[in-house]
């Protein structure tokens, strides 16, 4: 089985799918591994260490791709790389699926079988495959990182000789793998926290991390959460209370961080232009949610928006792309933990039966096969 890693050209992909370790994986299940010059470059890694863990580094696409089986990808290729691929070869990358149909149809063209990890479902056996989580976690970390270096002031309490230095504010909304990573960064740091969502059984959790667990808690609340684990959307009447409890939470606030994600949907709006006008002066922003339209209202992609009450609202899109070296060795563990359930000995065998492929493959045999990105 030949595996091709290619360099990420999407804008602004600092990542990458394969790193020497998970090179030796590959090797190790029977693949030879093809790695295009300057892949590692955005985490850090040089050529020389993906040639000295076994893998052929060339410098032209066009080659790594020549006879390749399988292509992984941190994002959905791009039109010439698909067209590069011969028909039957396995594409794995982040494919945004829902969203991104060109890539989609270009590959069902192409007759490759590609499969999404934003897909990979969320079972015990798949958890060291779950690239929504390991990059969602160190998003949650960094957007912290960023919070504090936006802020004018510090977060932990200082007691000095010149006097006390007050705790930083922090509001995390939405407390799912990205927000209980915030709460424990943010708490640290030394901030004070308090964290919201939907789903009760965030609560607990929230808790347990130190922080405070803040939300309306009706009959619908205790009823938010799919058998899937995930948020469903909420009814108007309880976006009005939620908008009521955030108007009176945020203006204490010195930093929100937002993180609310609906599968498949736009991210809901949960902070509003007056929210953001009631903050002090200095407040920052950070809206996790931003590549999913954004949960915080004036929020632009790849912006920082100074509002006219003297907060900022930053909007960095891809936040894993800007921790790139740790982001890519978990995404290359998760990638080289999907591969493993096809190739083995050398050989791939692509088992459309088994209930992880299944649920992440998105074209196979020239068509589009994903109900979700099919309706
Ligand atoms: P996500 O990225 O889809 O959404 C982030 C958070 O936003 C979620 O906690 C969600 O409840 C919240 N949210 C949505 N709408 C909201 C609203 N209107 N107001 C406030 N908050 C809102 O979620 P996620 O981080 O992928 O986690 C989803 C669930 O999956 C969690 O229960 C998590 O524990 C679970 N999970 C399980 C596994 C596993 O078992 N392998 C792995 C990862 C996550």
Redesign the pocket.
Known sequence: VAIAVTRERRDGETRCAATPETVKKLIALGATVTVEAGTGSGSSIPDADYAAAGAVVKPDIRTVLAGADILLKVRGPTAQETSALKPGAVVVAMLDAYRDKETVTALAGAGVTAFAMEFVP?ITRA?VM?A??SQ?NLAGYRAVIEAAYAFGKGFPMMMTAAGTVAPAKVFV???????LQAVATARRLGAVVTA????P??KEQVESLGAKFVAVEDEEFKAAETAA???KP?SAEYQAK?AELTASHIVKQDIVIT?????GRAA?R?VTAAHVASMKPGSVLIDLAIDNGGNVEGAKAGEVVTTANGAQIVGWTNMAGRIAADASALYARNLSAFIGLMVKDGALTVDLEDEILKAAAVTHGGAVVHEGVKG
Do not use: F
């Not at 909304?173 to 927000?179: E, H, P, Q, R």
């Not at 919201?196 to 789903?199: N, P, W, Y």
């Open positions: 969320r958890q779950d929504l989580s969602a909304m939405g407390a799912g793998v990205a927000g919201t969502d939907v789903r059984a965030s684990g995930y948020a909420m939620q993180t609310a994600l609906i599968p809901p949960l």
